[in-house]
């Protein structure tokens, strides 16, 4: 990384992330003035041009690509439309120990003068919870299932390659030939789709307007310097900034600029889980660079630095925070973009290209939390991909993981996509499978397999709140078989399903109603054609994805249900019950007994890994193939992101012996230390469940550095990862870090502020995770070698 | 020799993702038996041929179950006694107090496997083998270290053969010629353990004549099999120059001389098993050999135009 890298990358990292009320204040000024005037899609891409047009614009000292979501780096800006914070709130985020962020007073004074006088019961977040059911409510905090959609709008969206053929002018003569086909005198949604499509038109040109400030601001900055190369600099800044969005890129370092207004725009508008994402970066990038390589206007080391200078942007961009309770215990900056390098194209020919193996010297010399990246390794994708990947992970960030490329397709196709759009998918967020650019695949929320055994083991009533919130499957000492246990499970597992589903259609709907997005509409296939919002069923893919949580810890309470009340009688319903409701005070006996004596997944076990997969299948059949209310199916994912530990701590101790209020398994890893035989294992045991049935699973692993060391160590871990793609597996993540260094961390945080780890399905600081999160993942099986 | 009469060997550990013991992903198979009794030993509970009781103190939540199981009476909590058995004499090693003990603080090392059963191990991790070029290694105790294991283990190796896997045997080479002969056609690879050249040292810290040992390993290499010659460095041991020098002059009389030699470095896991195992350690306070003396234990072989890679994988 040379100087100008370094400097930036320094900057990046040593800012406090800070919070900063401008966009309330624009986005209040515009709704006091204009609501009511204008049809929602039309107000919303007005308030998108509102804000263009008048937040704080900043071009930084060394800075090649341009443009940030708040007025200055690692200022995020909020969304009171969708979720209005409080005072306290605010002071809460200013105040907390971890992951907190700098609320200025002037920031507090805009929440408590303008910005909550407008939008308290204003917010989506304000008016969509008295909709809900009753039922709804008490199951939402017994925490048998979150909601993704309380706090941030429908995500989980990656960009395409049309980004790098067309510019926004393209878009726009599309939608006016889409608005030019209406009819008007059969087609009784012509009016809707005539205020969508007007809509997307003024979002092109907010978009557009908001590069040309930056090319105004440039050149005024050129005017003002005066060294020669960094005018220079400022002047190609402007001409960039003058050309993309608004026409197709023409060169790299265009295609770079015009992803960022891009994603910026896509951030602006809306909240959207997982910000915005580029996909196949190396793909995409691929023609620009070989063909000006060839020219002589590019070479590898310039290409390199504007790589770096544009992936430390994402870097600048801490999540926006939440509210409510989750601001006194959520923890991460991290905003999920994930780059996709390898894997393959279109036609099904492998895409791993030079800026493939560039941008996995990008990832290793710039070491920051964001963005998320991941290879896609297909079995066409050359060893040496994996390898020089391997090289990268094995220096313990965490960064960057491993997806089965060719997995990833198989999901996608049973889902019903095209085998082109299928290869051009990919990954977002943590692990979840998606079309890039064609899809909307909104996660909805965890869903806690461990707490519905736990309600079913009471009949349905849940001792942590005290209420009925499943129905009465029947008293668990009444059961005579371990099957009538299983399909009482399986029972309060379809209501709860049901009961979320009903949730998610009234949330799913207030966001089509209420807070379009025809920004990101109209870069994300079919919108235009259809004449529909990215929100509302305008994709030509509309998923919507459950996540199952504890898999690993379930299966364990089954299979120690399965041995020890039934097939062995080593102790009675009626007695694991009591001990369970005492935490097993006094009960240390059984609690070994449970946990020593009983099979556990992850060591491939058939005995254990059948009932692994049995509750699977359940689940999956609770779930796959609903209708959306969006016009698409819902299907699973088995991924916990930290959940795992909210919702191990609204749990009570469970029949594997796991005392209550601890961490339930996390992903499809097993149970925390219960994996004793190894990697090879673990990975059969995980390969046990199908994955081409989900939408992504994840698996955590953790190795020491030494277990890595040398040509073998690289090695190994590519025989590890090709055979656990082989059996068709979904994901693995390395941890690559020893116990020694971790508790160094956590005593002293001062000197270990740049340790990143592996935590599920993203990477973090070590420091910044709560103490229960560090505690959790230094007790994960250490694999060691003998 | 009859297979059939030996259809089963005591197996004291299946370790999977083995990744030192031969080439790619393995599967190491510890057999228990070894006729050895090597003063550095790292598996003790291996040289006996039977099972054992493995006790484990700070597991132990002195919940008496063991007390009341067992059937002659000899079991007892490990506060009580850090020894474990109150007499060990009558312990018949039922397994009884290890299948009952809720935290596994009493354990039974070594099963009774037959082939058939010792495949299905083996089999599992057979998508990591293909995908490695690794296999199975049949190590110890001493997989010749018996007649009895001898037999087992040919039948073992024939069905590994069947199935296309990698087969390694490491043995310390303690067996009748024979035996190595019948052996050498069905093994792919062999891990063979030089450890004193002088025999009489060997007498003393091995517990037999190493001259049987060395006659095998010529058999071998006249056979054209595929060898690795591992030499643990015991410090003060067997570390010499003078032992070095004569290993290595050995290594370069045999017919293919470039076979690697493996240094493998004293380490002291051994001695905290010793403690969970009923019988002392001889070694106390041995330090692992440092990285000087591993360079110099390495000169001659190097001088002798051998390959010598140290036990972290080194070259």
């Not at chain 1, 006088?117 to 059911?133: A, H, K, N, Q, T």
């Not at chain 1, 109603?513 to 259809?530: E, G, H």
């Not at chain 2, 009493?106 to 690794?134: H, P």
Request: glycine content about 8%; charged content about 25%; aromatic content about 10%.
């Amino acid at each position: 990384m040379n100087e100008r890298v370094r400097r930036l990358r320094e900057q990046s990292v040593q800012a406090r992330p800070r919070i900063s009320a401008e966009r309330a204040q624009l986005l209040t000024q515009f709704y006091r003035a204009n609501e009511g005037k204008h049809s929602v899609p039309v107000l919303r891409a007005m308030a998108f041009r509102y804000l263009c047009e008048h937040k704080t614009i900043y071009i930084g000292e060394e800075e090649l690509i341009v443009g940030e979501r708040g007025p200055q780096p690692s200022v995020t800006p909020t969304f009171p439309e969708l979720t209005c914070h409080s005072i306290e709130d605010l002071q809460i985020l200013n105040s907390r120990e971890k992951t907190s962020y700098g609320v200025p007073p002037e920031a507090i004074n805009a929440y408590r003068d303008e910005v909550i006088p407008y939008w308290r019961g204003r917010s989506i977040r304000d008016r969509v919870f008295p909709l809900l059911p009753d039922s709804w409510h008490d199951a939402y905090e017994a925490g048998v299932f979150t909601e993704f959609m309380e706090q941030r709008a429908p995500g989980h969206t990656v960009a395409d390659g049309k980004l790098y053929t067309k510019g926004l002018v393209d878009f726009q003569r599309e939608i006016s030939e889409s608005l030019s086909c209406l009819d008007y005198l059969n087609d009784t949604e012509a009016f809707e789709k005539r205020e969508q499509l007007t809509a997307m038109t003024i979002a092109a040109d907010a978009a557009i307007l908001f590069a040309k400030r930056h090319a105004v601001l440039a050149r005024e900055l050129a005017e003002q310097s005066t060294d020669p190369t960094r005018k220079a600099e400022l002047e190609r800044i402007a001409t960039v900034c003058d050309h993309v969005p608004e026409n197709a890129p023409r060169n790299f370092y265009e295609a770079l600029q015009a992803y960022w207004f891009y994603h910026l725009g896509v951030i602006t508008e809306l909240n959207g889980w997982d910000s915005f994402n580029p996909g196949h970066l190396d793909h995409h990038l691929w023609p620009f660079y070989q063909r000006e390589l060839a020219s002589g206007t590019l070479d590898r080391d310039s290409a390199k630095e504007l790589l770096e200078c544009w992936w430390v942007k994402f870097n600048n961009h801490p999540a926006p925070p939440k509210v409510g309770v989750t601001a006194a215990e959520s923890g991460t900056y991290t905003d999920f973009a994930n780059i996709n390098l390898g894997g393959i194209r279109r036609d099904g020919s492998d895409a791993v290209n030079d800026v493939s193996y560039l941008l996995l010297e990008v990832i290793d010399e710039m070491h920051v939390l964001q963005p998320s990246n991941n290879i896609q390794l297909s079995r066409k994708n050359p060893d040496r991909f994996v390898k020089a990947a391997a090289k990268v992970i094995r220096k313990g960030y965490g960064f960057p993981s491993v997806f089965n490329a060719d997995g990833v397709v198989e999901q996608l196709l049973r889902q019903g996509k095209s085998v082109e759009d299928a290869r051009e998918g990919g990954t977002s967020g943590c692990v979840e499978s998606g079309a890039f650019g064609k899809e909307a695949y909104v996660l909805t929320g965890y869903f806690n397999l461990v707490k519905i055994l736990e309600l079913t083991l009471h009949n349905g009533f849940d001792p942590r709140t005290k209420k009925q919130l499943g129905p009465t499957t029947g008293d668990p000492r009444s059961f005579t078989t371990f099957d009538e246990l299983f399909s009482a499970w399986q029972q309060q597992v379809d209501h709860f399903a049901e009961l979320k589903l009903k949730g998610n259609y009234i949330f799913e709907q207030m966001y089509a109603r209420n807070a379009p997005a025809p920004f990101l509409s109209v870069i994300t296939d079919d919108c235009i054609r259809k004449g529909k919002d990215y929100n509302a069923g305008g994709a030509r893919y509309n998923t919507s994805y459950i996540q199952g949580v504890g898999i690993g810890s379930l299966s364990d309470c089954f299979a120690a249900i399965d041995m020890h009340v039934y097939q062995n009688q080593t102790v009675s319903m009626d007695e694991l019950l009591a001990q369970l409701s005492r935490d097993f005070d006094g009960g240390e006996k059984l609690r070994q007994t449970l946990l020593n004596k009983t099979p556990k997944y992850g060591n491939d076990c058939d005995e254990v890994d059948r009932i692994m997969v049995r509750c699977f299948d359940a689940f999956f059949q609770s779930i796959d193939g609903r209708p959306n209310s969006r016009g698409g199916e819902y299907h699973i994912d088995m991924l916990p992101t930290t959940c795992h530990v909210y919702f191990g701590a609204v749990t009570g101790a469970s029949p594997d012996g796991r005392r209550a209020g601890m961490p339930l398994s996390e992903g499809i890893s097993p149970v925390q230390g219960a994996d004793r035989i190894g990697p090879t294992a673990v990975f059969k045991s995980a390969a046990k469940m199908d994955h081409v049935k989900t939408g992504g699973t994840l698996l955590n692993m953790k190795f020491s550095p030494d277990l890595l060391k040398g040509d073998q160590g690289i090695e190994h871990m590519t025989h590890l990862i090709r055979s656990y793609f082989k059996m068709d597996s979904h994901h693995v993540q390395f941890n690559v870090v020893d116990v020694e260094l971790l508790r160094k961390a956590q005593a002293n945080p001062e000197s270990h502020r740049d340790l990143i780890v592996r935590v599920a399905g993203y990477s973090d600081y070590f420091c910044d995770l709560s103490k229960a999160l560090q505690d959790e993942i230094i007790a994960r099986t250490e694999h060691e070698s003998f | 020799m009859n297979n059939a009469n030996v259809a089963s060997a005591i197996v004291f550990n299946i370790q999977r993702y083995s990744i030192h013991d031969g080439p790619g992903i393995r599967t190491t198979i510890f057999m228990k038996g070894c006729p050895l009794d090597c003063w550095w030993c790292h598996n003790p509970e291996s040289r006996d041929r039977k099972a054992a009781i493995f006790m484990f103190a700070d597991r132990c939540i002195g919940c008496e179950t063991c007390l009341k199981v067992c059937p002659e009476d000899v079991a007892e909590p490990l506060d009580w006694n850090p020894a474990g058995l109150a007499d060990p004499l009558k312990c018949t090693l039922c397994g009884t107090c290890a299948d009952q003990c809720p935290t596994d603080a009493r354990t039974i090392v070594g099963n009774a496997y037959d082939v058939d059963a010792l495949m299905r191990e083996i089999d599992k991790d057979q998508v990591f083998y293909d995908e490695s070029g690794g296999g199975v290694t049949f190590s110890g105790g001493d997989p010749l270290g018996s007649r009895q294991n001898a037999a087992f283990l040919i039948s073992c190796l024939q069905a590994c053969g069947e199935r296309g896997y990698h087969r390694a045997v490491d043995t310390a080479g303690f067996t009748t010629s024979q035996t190595i002969q019948a052996v050498a056609p069905l093994t792919d690879l062999f891990l063979y353990d030089l450890k004193l050249l002088d025999d009489e040292r060997h007498r003393k810290y091995v517990g037999v004549s190493n001259q049987t040992i060395l006659d095998n390993l010529r058999v071998l290499s006249d056979l054209d099999a595929n060898i690795w010659i591992r030499v643990p460095l015991i410090p003060g041991i067997n570390d010499d120059q003078a032992n070095m020098e004569a290993t290595a002059d050995f290594v370069a009389s045999l017919d293919r001389p470039s076979y690697p030699v493996y240094l493998l470095p004293y380490h002291r896991i051994g001695s905290d098993k010793h403690r969970h195992f009923k019988e002392g350690y001889r070694l106390k306070d041995l330090d692992p050999p440092s990285k000087e003396q591993i360079v110099r234990a390495a000169e001659p072989f190097l001088a002798r135009n051998l390959k010598v890679i140290d036990g972290n994988g080194d070259e």
